[in-house]
Nanobody
Framework: QVQLVESGGGSVQAGGSLTLSCAYT???????MAWFRQAPGGEREGVAR????????DYADSVKGRFTASIDKSKKTLSLQLNSLKPEDTGIYFC?????????????????????????WGQGTQVTVSS
């Protein structure tokens, strides 16, 4: 049974920090694990992607230098450290896992097709940043 469970969301003021965690249970090999977010009224967008086989992490331009994604395979936990938070970072944050190489391409951030590129999704955790 596949399970991804996010935790760590909350409400902070601009400039603050949060750490999100995603506990996952997946028996298949995963090519990628990622964090996405969806702002109120907006589309889901990729925030960070870890290509696990080559240990490479990519970030959306909007979060580079502020967010750090990491994975602890021994604990089966994906993490996202959010620093210098801005009101525009507000949204529901989802972790996702991909069991096919489709996740490895350059369009991983896009909402369109994301459910195809990433097979499994968590329920999400809310992050609210006030100004």
């Amino acid at each position: 049974q596949v399970q991804l469970v996010e935790s760590g969301g909350g409400s902070v003021q601009a400039g603050g920090s949060l750490t999100l965690s995603c506990a996952y249970t997946i028996s298949q090999f995963t090519f990628c694990m990622a964090w996405f977010r969806q702002a109120p009224g907006g589309e889901r967008e990729g925030v960070a992607r870890i290509r696990t086989s080559i240990n490479q992490t990519d970030y959306a331009d909007s979060v580079k230098g502020r967010f750090t994604a990491s994975i602890d395979k021994s604990k089966k936990t994906l993490s996202l450290q959010l620093n210098s938070l801005k009101p525009e970072d507000t949204g529901i944050y989802f972790c996702a896992a991909a069991t096919t190489v489709a996740c490895s391409g350059p369009y991983w951030q896009r909402s369109s097709g994301s459910s195809t590129r990433f097979d499994y999704w968590g329920q999400g955790t809310q992050v609210t940043v006030s100004s």
